[in-house]
């Protein structure tokens, strides 16, 4: 299994602290990134992150720092910052001079509003030059925390940069899968978080198994819809980044977009349903950009209408899930 020297991960919420610990294993070093200068003379002086995961003991050989200058001969930097940090990240990289050779791994997951870019196609536009993948899948940072058991997908067009990179992100309890379908393992990514909030509202008004289990279904066949519609391979979303990440965002109490629902079901406003969970929740930003997308392409898309009626329309959770029973009846 390959060894590396230096790896990066920018970024340090809960999802970025637990891949810098879970690459500890395969690197000599291990730089992760915060948003501020205390945040990373915490980690550096108790070797943990208090804000985020603070039970979880870091690998000695993983530093802290946010002066980027430090992670440009990196061999492998990974992005765990907010979708909407991209391209700002893409840009300092660039403006810093990161090493050619660096393979850049995303694990943000949504859509660009306006330009309709998934976040590998951002990071390409501002770094053409450089080795691109992503990761996606049922991966609760708290889970793998716990060394509980997960499994991912990489979605990587050169087959060997993807092959070196299933040993990095790997362990005993994590296990990592290949796909040449980086298109389809980036939309399910970023669709599945949209469904999220829906599911958040069906559980928060006690709406049964039956609903839960039909707006799933539905949302299922909604993503493959719209998947392919921009060039994915429909089976990719019967895999880990699609119906796989689709059922644990949508079923766990750790889904951030899941928490926002819920406090929609609530009555709460959509603003103060974000602050209260005092996390960015991927969908709530997102299913105005993929809404966007559809728009454009005509594609059917009833279940992201009605999420996007109600985070962005003021329509009633009760209002939206009446109007979709009601639509025109059709065959599955």
């Avoid at 208090?50 to 990974?78: F, G, H, M, R």
């Avoid at 391979?233 to 977009?257: A, E, K």
């Avoid at 406090?263 to 993929?290: F, H, K, P, Y």
Wanted: hydrophobic fraction near 40%; charge should be negative; include cysteine.
């Amino acid at each position: 299994m390959k060894q590396y020297k230096h790896v990066s991960v920018i970024g340090a919420g809960s999802w970025g602290t637990a891949l810098a610990q879970l690459i500890s294993a395969h690197s000599e070093r291990v730089t992760l990134v915060p948003r501020c200068e205390e945040m990373a003379a915490t980690i550096n002086a108790s070797q943990c992150n208090p804000k985020y995961l603070k039970e979880l003991s870091l690998a000695p050989n993983i530093s802290a720092t946010t002066d980027l200058s430090q992670i440009i001969e990196a061999e492998v930097v990974v992005l765990a910052v907010p979708t909407s940090a991209i391209r700002n990240t893409a840009n300092l990289l660039k403006e810093l001079g990161l090493h050619s050779e660096s393979v850049l791994v995303s694990v943000a997951k949504g859509i660009e509003r306006g330009s309709g870019l998934r976040m590998t196609e951002i990071i390409q536009e501002v770094l053409p030059d450089h080795p691109i993948a992503t990761l996606s899948g049922p991966n609760h940072a708290e889970e793998v925390a716990l060394n509980l058991p997960t499994c991912t997908v990489i979605g990587c067009d050169n087959q060997e940069i993807g092959d070196q990179l299933l040993s990095l992100f790997s362990g005993p309890t994590f296990r990592s899968y290949s796909s040449p379908d980086i298109i389809g393992v980036e939309w399910g990514g970023a669709m599945k978080n949209v469904y999220a909030i829906a599911a958040g509202i069906v559980s928060g008004l006690k709406l049964g198994d039956n609903a839960m289990s039909a707006l799933t279904t539905r949302a299922l066949a909604e993503m493959t819809r719209l998947g392919t519609a921009f060039g994915a391979n429909p089976q990719t979303f019967s895999g880990l980044s699609g119906v796989g990440d689709l059922m644990t965002t949508c079923y766990s109490p750790h889904s951030r977009n899941h928490r926002v629902g819920l406090a929609l079901a609530e009555g709460l406003s959509v603003d103060q349903a974000c602050d209260q969970l005092g996390m960015i929740a991927e969908g709530v930003r997102n299913t105005q950009s993929i809404q966007e997308q559809a728009t454009l392409k005509s594609i059917d898309a009833p279940l992201l209408e009605a999420v996007y009626s109600i985070l962005y329309q003021g329509k009633s959770p009760e209002n939206a899930i009446q109007e979709l029973f009601t639509r025109q009846l059709k065959s599955e």
